[in-house]
């Protein structure tokens, strides 16, 4: 006889989300089987240190709440578009109920030993509402902040004698210490990929967290499983862990590790699944159809159209001879004119929204004018090249002033980047907050670096989500978050682990 098809859970499971950033694990988790009314999973609690984040979720989280209700009224649309104020988008009846709800469980805090008997009862408070306990099947999501871990901030700290003892090496036991406390039958966990290569006081810290991760203490264990190979746990080397989100629809160079933990006793009750690898999804997929926009230029005095035409003829009259010339701008962006792939497709439909008039966030950031012409001249090279050029590739009068240029010691050769058309753009991090240089934006006729809107498209956060807070702060969360739609894809696979039946995917 056949087993009968399994079912959703008579409510959706809940979901506790650590270290949440601006929302990118959570808004792919709470989407599943959202549009069809039927959300598979509901968060409960949120807990995030930045102030202006913990803003973003709690709107982001009013979105939610209005949408599973069955209407996003107007005003939200308004709201995000600058054309009604804060204060007339909170005194909207639907706004204020949503946002009440939005702040029971959005939670401003910095995850600590100091802060956990607080943490640890809103997150029992946020359990017994939902009717969860450590029997039931409720998910915990989240990634400690990765600064102690990162290639990057090692090599800032290489003579740092206090490194080893920073505290940002350890955040990941408040991650554990919820895992032994509270018992979750699921959890993802995300960090950088240089993790497997950091080491405090001669320790691995990747080979020490597998360890904790997998015996919280003498009473619970958990099983560690990779998302894209499909071997037994115990055979898993560290690198089966790192998921290269190109390869799955995502349209980002973005390694980062994901770890998928199952409680030992709900073992037996799960399939073993992993992510299907797809086609590319470039930045002209992406970002090729937002409207152009001029750079802005700095210091403001400087900035306006007439400066800019001068710049960019000084730009174009720089140009040396090239055997190759860059393709024409009609065929950069004309996307419509290839066949879209399932993948294109996908993100399509994951970021736009038919009630978004016009992009949310989409203007350019301010450039000194030697900045500009640099920009506009590296992604006419980038055309040419069809790659991003090296800092060398540009002419000599646009070479910063600096001494140890044309040496051998020349330091960050590729400190200008420009993120080429064809293909998958490199990381988009939070050090996009600071400066533009290694996101500039491949339209030479543009010369400016990226939005904070193209920068959301490249890691798939929908049109609809507002960043609260400056831009420099907007930039910040885009680049320390998730891909929202490679976690949704996540979520999909932790649904088909636990066996549950949902309808349709977003991957096919």
């Known amino acids: 006889m056949k087993d009968a098809e399994p079912a959703l859970p008579a409510a959706p499971i809940p979901v506790i989300d650590l270290f949440a950033g601006p929302g990118g694990l959570n808004e792919g988790f709470s989407s599943v089987g959202e549009d069809d009314g039927r959300p598979v999973f509901s968060t409960v609690g949120s807990f995030e240190m930045e102030a202006n984040a913990v803003s973003t979720l709690t709107l982001r989280s ?3 709440a209005m949408k599973r209700a069955g209407r996003v009224p107007q005003v939200y649309y308004d ?12 005194a ?9 709800v939005a702040r029971q469980h959005v939670h401003h805090v910095e995850l600590g030993k100091d802060a956990r008997e607080d943490v640890d009862a809103k997150i029992s408070s946020a359990l017994t509402g939902a009717r969860a306990d450590e029997q039931s099947d409720w998910v915990l999501i ?16 290489t003579n740092d004698a206090q490194f080893a003892f920073d505290h940002k090496h350890f955040l990941y036991e408040e991650y554990l210490h919820i895992i032994e406390r509270f018992k979750p039958a699921v959890f993802v966990m995300e960090n950088v990929k240089g993790l497997l290569s950091s080491t405090n006081n001669g320790v691995g810290m990747f080979s020490q967290i597998l360890r904790d991760l997998r015996n919280p203490n003498h009473e619970i264990k958990y099983e560690i499983r990779s998302l894209v190979v499909d071997e037994d746990a115990q055979k898993l080397q560290p690198r089966d862990f790192v998921i290269p989100a190109e390869k799955y629809g995502i349209p980002q160079k973005r390694h980062r590790i994901i770890l998928l933990g199952i409680r030992s006793d709900v073992v037996e009750r799960t399939d073993r699944v992993v992510l299907e690898e797809t086609s590319q999804v470039t930045v002209k997929d992406a970002i090729a159809d937002l409207p152009s926009c001029r750079s802005r230029i700095t210091p403001s005095r400087l900035d306006s159209d007439q400066t800019w035409a ?24 004309s996307a419509d004119a290839r066949e879209v792939n399932i993948a294109v497709k996908t993100f399509r439909e994951w970021v736009e929204d038919s009630r978004i008039s016009s992009p949310l966030q989409h203007k350019s ?9 640099r920009y506009a001249h ?13 800092f060398m590739d540009l002419p000599e009068g646009l070479l910063p002033n600096h001494k140890n240029i044309g040496k051998v010691d020349t330091p960050f050769l590729d400190r ?18 600071k400066d533009g240089h290694y996101y500039i934006h491949p339209d030479e006729t543009q010369m400016r670096s990226l939005t904070v809107r193209e920068a959301a498209r490249l890691q798939t956060f929908p049109d609809n989500y507002f960043f609260e807070g400056s831009r420099t702060m907007q930039f910040h969360q885009v680049g320390n978050a998730v891909p929202p739609l490679l976690a949704r894809l996540i979520a999909e696979k932790v649904v088909k682990t636990l066996r549950l039946n949902v309808g349709k995917d977003v991957q096919r």
């Open 79 to 90: 709201y995000i578009s600058g054309k009604t104020t804060r204060a007339a988008f909170e």
């Open 365 to 373: 950031r301010s450039h000194m004018p030697s900045d500009i012409q």
């Open 92 to 100: 909207h009846e639907e706004v204020a109920l949503a946002l009440t």
């Open 416 to 433: 200008f980047r420009v993120q080429v058309w064809d293909s998958p753009s490199t990381t988009i991090v939070s050090h996009i907050a």
């Open 142 to 157: 989240g990634g400690p902040p990765c600064q102690a871990y990162s290639l990057a901030g090692r090599s800032r700290r």
């Open 378 to 390: 590296l992604a006419w090279k980038a055309g040419a090249l069809g790659k991003s050029p090296k």
């Open 310 to 333: 001068s710049l960019r003829d000084q730009a174009v009259a720089m140009r040396c001879e090239s055997t190759a010339e860059p393709e024409s701008e009609d065929a950069k962006v």
């Open 62 to 64: 009013a979105y939610r």
